[in-house]
Each structure stands twice: as C-alpha cells, then as structure tokens.
C-alpha cells in the first residue's frame, strides 16, 4: 500500500499548461503501475493516463492524446502529468493511484490506493 499526494493544480488559461505532481510514501511504488484520472462536476470519474511500473509503457485517452504526457521519477517516488494545449473540457479533479502490480491498465476499478486530488480548472 502506498499514500499518494498530488499537487500541481491550478486555474490556467485555454491553451496553457500545468504540471501535475503525485508523491508517493512507500517502497512499493517502484514496482507499482500508475494511473492519472480525473472526474468533473457531475460526470463519472474516467483515466487520462496510464504507466507501467518501470515507466517503459504508457497509454492515454483519445481526449488528451499529444496533449498530456506521462512520466514517472522512482527515485523519487513521484509520478507526473505534464498537461499542454489545455481546455475547458479538461477541467476537473484530478487524481493519481496506483496499481499494486506492475502493468498497468485503463479501467479505474484495477487501481487500490488514491490520492485525494488536486483541481484543475481551464478558463475561456
């Protein structure tokens, strides 16, 4: 089990960018895959992106591909989301979590231990 912490939110102009941060506790992380999700008012929580544990393998949403980027740091224990071109459609909660396994996947239900989110919101 890991306890996750994001940060990095903010309020940022369409076409502006923001850098997600997720810090971990725990040695786990390193062997753990980890997924970005995001959820905004009214809607179900959905992925955005997804890593493997050794962060050779990554996957987005069509709605953010080119646009987001997946990264993670394991000496560090902290995995990221660089987000470019942004809009008001991605404005929303966003949350980090992690797998307990190394692959990772794109269904939220495969992921055990989130953070409590940071807010992202996109102005016109």
């Known amino acids: 089990q890991v306890q996750l912490t994001e940060s990095g939110g903010g309020l940022v102009q369409a076409g502006g960018s923001l850098r997600l941060s997720c810090a971990a506790s725990?040695?786990?992380?390193?062997?753990?895959?980890m997924g970005w999700f995001r959820q905004a008012p009214g809607k179900d929580r959905e992925i955005v992106a997804a890593?493997?544990?050794?962060?050779?393998?990554?996957n987005y949403a069509d709605s953010v591909k080119g646009r987001f980027t997946i990264s993670r740091d394991n000496a560090k224990n902290t995995v990221y989301l660089q987000m470019n071109s942004l809009k008001p459609d991605d404005t929303a909660v966003y949350y980090c979590?992690?797998?307990?396994?190394?692959?990772?996947?794109?269904?939220?239900?495969?992921?055990?231990?989130w953070g409590q989110g940071t807010q992202v919101t996109v102005s016109s």
């Open positions: 979590a992690s797998r307990r396994t190394m692959r990772a996947t794109m269904t939220p239900e495969d992921y055990a231990d």
């Open positions: 890593i493997d544990w050794r962060g050779s393998s990554t």
């Open positions: 725990g040695r786990a992380f390193s062997i753990y895959a």
